[in-house]
């Protein structure tokens, strides 16, 4: 198509935009513009179902609620454009430069439809993998199932937009906003959430490999069957959400509990004691649980809910602990040496010496202190918590 009838085209929409009894809207369904210069154009509501468009340049265009199914906008440049409420469904954007892109309420989940008899138009998985959507806007956006396999939104913001069962591998979301996002079964291995904002996103069943969420906001976060074991949870924030259950735990890890569960039962005849040293157990939910005699020095319990859980004499020596909820638990002799501990909930626990018994139950004078010597304590309400019978040489408290 001419670039004079582009531009007469375009004319005669902006008169159909204003009601201009004389003007039409623009209609260029499967029309073939790739590398066209729409830049700063004024397209609302215009009509491009399976156009092609490949390295055609949309930047700071006004595209609102323009339909794009189908089209293919490979390595176009739309940085700044206004795509608010548009359709993009079926769309192959693979490489196109979205950044500060408005998209909020925009349609981009796959999708086909018959075009001209016969023919079809669109992709049953949209593909906006290698894109940049840097401090875009895509408030709301619906983009389940959809392809972002290495693609950039640093500090863009998601907040309510759909993600569920999106192929995000390989996606930096940094400093991102997903706050109420749902990213239910998507796929996660390699993606990065540096410092961003998950405030009540929902996580349920997503597939986790090397994901950093190192400074992410986690506040009301659904992580329900997460295996965060291979996550980076540096300086994460506190989660008060639904933590990790046990039956989504790595194999080894739940084999692990299984046996100790047995090794307690029967007085150590049968199973084993859990040994798990230095495991990632962030945020998993333990709450209620006998862990009692455990060993878990060094292991990562960041946000954990160990809430009315039995810790007696469990070394959890060195551990991280920070934002774990521990109300109500029972550490009685329990090693928490230089364990870190900084605004844990420790409401209502019990830290008092534990009596020691011989093999046949008789007492045997002795008792285990629970050990605090150099943990970290800081931020931790203790008032009303007995410490008398606890060793806190070195402690951090305040």
Known sequence: MAAEAIAQALELHAKWLREDPSGRKIDLAQADLAGFNFSKADLRKARMVGAKLSRSNFQNSKLMEADFFGAD???????????????????????????????????????????????????????????????????????????????????ANLKGALLSGADLTGTNLSEANLEDANLSSARLTGARFIGANLGRANFSRAVTGQTDFGGAALEGTNLQGVDLSQCNLTDTHLVTGKGVGMDNLPPNVKRAFGDHVLWIETNGREGERCVLIGANLSFIDLGG??????????????????????????????????????????????????????????????????????????????????????????????????????????????
Request: charged letters at 20%; glycine letters at 16%.
């Open 73 to 155: 906008l490979t390595g176009s440049n739309l940085a700044g454009a206004d795509l608010s409420g548009s359709i993009l469904r079926g769309v192959g954007l693979r490489g196109a430069n979205l950044n500060n892109v408005n998209l909020d309420g925009a349609d981009l989940r796959g999708g086909t439809i018959m075009f001209g008899g016969e023919s079809s138009v669109g992709r049953k998985v949209s593909d906006l993998s290698e894109c940049t959507f840097n401090f875009a806007s895509l408030a709301r956006a619906q983009m389940g199932g959809a392809n972002l396999q290495g693609s950039s939104m640093i500090g």
């Open 289 to 398: 649980r006998n862990l009692s005699g455990m060993i878990l020095r060094e292991a990562k319990l960041t946000g954990a809910n160990l809430a009315k859980a039995l810790l007696v004499l469990t070394d959890l020596s060195n551990a991280s602990l920070d934002g774990a909820r521990l109300g109500g638990a029972v550490l009685m002799g329990t090693n928490l040496k230089n364990a870190k501990l900084a605004r844990a909930d420790l409401r209502g626990a019990v830290l008092k010496p534990m009596q020691m018994s011989a093999k046949d139950g008789k007492a045997t004078g002795n008792s285990q202190k629970t050990n605090l010597d150099g943990a970290d304590l800081t931020g931790v309400d203790l008032t009303g918590i007995d410490l008398s019978g606890c060793s806190m040489v070195g402690a951090k408290v305040g």
